[in-house]
């Protein structure tokens, strides 16, 4: 019974969310699906939407043509989404991607190294960083609708 | 096993998280003030694609292994536990 | 803090683990894995089955439609066509073939972690009809990687008979408990419970008994309580595209019937559009108190069932499925045909050749090959 006490105690207390609004956001340089390799700060200035997502992941299917209606909404104001995929090596993101046509950069995370750092806890998960680098929202998991409510975030931002 | 004054203490302690539970449902200040810290599932939702492969989904198809599940069960004097229900027949 | 240690505090062990249960879905900060809606889908089936003298082949279709975001129904509809010229048909009344009809309709609800379901079921043939009703609760604790569920059903069935004026009824009730859990990121463990309790006219007015070689109408306890209990395993080797699921199931009830139940399967998925599986199964089961393939005098119990006497049996069955392209609104089509052998060996029920029960040395342990097969279209839209 000690025992299984500390360990709930332990479980319970494992990792307090390092993704919280007001941090700045950890830089990262990821290798893309087509443009080479592209690092986070290059981005510092746009607001940037970093949008964690998987092949298997049925709602991240249904979001990914959002982020192309909101990415050529609000690219000219100053914005970016950048979509990190987290699928294992044997998966061929490319291949997935051609039924869509997608105007932004799609980054391969395939050790987990970034999604890790960002403690995204639902799939698809979705970081808000305004023009300086700080994350200032964080959206988990995608329901029809959600993409009003992104659009308010951005239009926020857009507008620091 | 436990003795009447320790039954009663126990009971009394679950009244009062009982009364904790349901009123932090409701406020929303209470439930920020009893938060427990974030628990980390030991797999990381964007870990869970193995689990989502056509290979290990269980029912793609609905009806063979329910079908299955009614020969087996017309066949034999077990029922239960196979996590698919049906309805009744008179199969003989 | 103070909450966890409220908790420690608790003697009974078991009144904290189901306010730890109750405690923590509403405590819990953001929804890390919330329960998706069943995705929509309709399927047409047909299965076939053929051994023992008895055939029963039929169509079965399905469909599921979402109704909103939270709310998703599915109705269906499935027919048995049965010819039967089964030993026991053979051996004492005349093969005959009959039609059953079950039409299903449900709804599930979901919301953040939870899900309930509900169903009616309808069965009708021309000497059974039987209304079922299920109720299931599903909810999914600790990011996601743990749902346990509840369930409970409730049945009722008019029994008769094609060549007599005989009626009666059978009530049965279910109570169920399911637990999953994802221990590493590609395997995932099952437990699951249920109880059933049985109530009425359990037999068949058409079957009978043998009381030294002379026919008589078996007699049945008109009650039952049963318990199932079965632990899985599926496990997914990346490097092979495989995925491996074992079971176990046991089951024991009050007429002192005990069962095993053994399933292994693999899965795997060839090239891009194919998927293919292999399973294997064994079955054994020990008689019920009240079953003998002969009884020396009339019992008040008796019944020469052979679905209640003590039996093996081995199955080895394999599917082939082939995965389409997105067919406009047509999404993730798939066509898939599957086959199992199954071997019945009975240890206590006899077969009597030239049909004369009184032959003590003419007769043989029955056994026999039966084949279930299927093709079915499922495509989610």
Known sequence: ?????????????????????????????????????????????????????????????????????????????????????????DVDVADYLSEFQLSFPVLL???????????????????????????????????????????????????? | ???????????????????????????????????????????????????????????????PSQFREHVYSVRGASQGATGSQGGGCGCN | MAVIDLFFCMETPRLRFFLRLFLIPVVMVSTAWAVPL?????????????????????????????????????????????TSASIDVESYASPYTEERTEYSVSADYVENDAKISIAYVNSDESDYQSNTFHFDYAEEFFGGLTTASLGYSSGTDDVMSNISDFKDTADH??????????????????????????????GSPYRKALVNGVLFDENLPRTRRSNAFSLGADYFIETWSTAIKAQYRYFSDSWDIKADDFRLSATKSLQTHWIIEGWVRYYGQSSASFYQDQFSSVFTYRSRDKELSDFDSYSLGFGVEYLFEDISWL???????????????????????????????????????????????????
Not at chain 1, 6 to 29: E, N, P, W
Not at chain 1, 112 to 140: C, Q, T, W
Not at chain 3, 347 to 354: G, P, R, T, W
Request: glycine share 8%; net charge negative; aromatic share 12%.
């Open chain 3, 331 to 381: 999404k993730t089509p798939s066509l898939a045909f599957g086959a199992e052998w199954i071997r019945y060996q009975y240890n206590d029920f006899y077969e009597y050749l030239n049909g004369d029960f009184n032959q003590n040395n003419n007769k043989q342990l029955y056994e026999f090959d039966a084949t279930v097969a299927y093709v079915s279209f499922s495509t989610n839209f």
């Open chain 3, 38 to 82: 069943p995705k929509d889908k309709a399927e047409a089936t047909y299965h076939y089955y053929d051994g023992g003298g008895v055939e029963v082949t039929g169509p079965a279709l399905f469909i599921r439609k979402s109704v909103g975001d939270s709310v998703s129904v599915t109705g269906s509809y499935y027919v048995d066509e049965i």
């Open chain 1, 109 to 160: 995370d395939q050790s987990h190294e970034v999604v890790k750092k960002y403690n995204i806890r639902a799939m698809p998960g979705s970081v808000f960083l305004s023009r300086d680098g700080e994350i200032r929202h964080v959206h988990l998991g995608y329901k029809d609708g959600d993409q009003r409510k992104y659009e308010q975030i951005i239009e926020a931002l857009l507008k620091e």
């Open chain 1, 1 to 89: 019974m000690k025992l299984a006490r500390i360990l709930l105690t332990v479980c319970l207390l494992i990792g307090v969310g390092v993704s919280s609004a007001g941090q700045k956001a950890s830089d990262f340089a990821l290798r893309s699906v087509s443009d080479g390799n592209i690092r986070l700060s290059e981005y510092y200035g746009d607001v940037v939407m970093l949008n964690f997502w998987a092949t298997w992941c049925g709602p991240c299917r249904q979001e990914l043509p959002v982020l192309e209606e909101l990415q050529k909404k609000f690219k000219r104001a100053g914005f970016t989404v950048l979509a990190v995929n987290v699928d294992t090596p």
């Open chain 3, 173 to 202: 009730d279910f109570y169920r408990l399911g637990l999953s859990q994802v221990v590493l990121p590609e395997m995932i463990i099952r437990a699951n419970f249920e109880h059933i309790s049985d109530r009425g006219f359990l």
């Open chain 2, 1 to 63: 096993m436990t003795s009447p004054s320790k039954g009663f203490g126990v009971f009394l302690k679950s009244c009062v998280l009982a009364v904790l539970v349901i009123v932090s449902a409701g406020c929303s200040q209470l439930q920020e003030m009893t938060k427990l810290p974030e628990f980390q599932p030991w797999v990381a939702p964007y870990e869970r694609g193995l689990l989502s492969r056509e290979e290990m989904v269980r029912e793609r198809h609905t009806y």
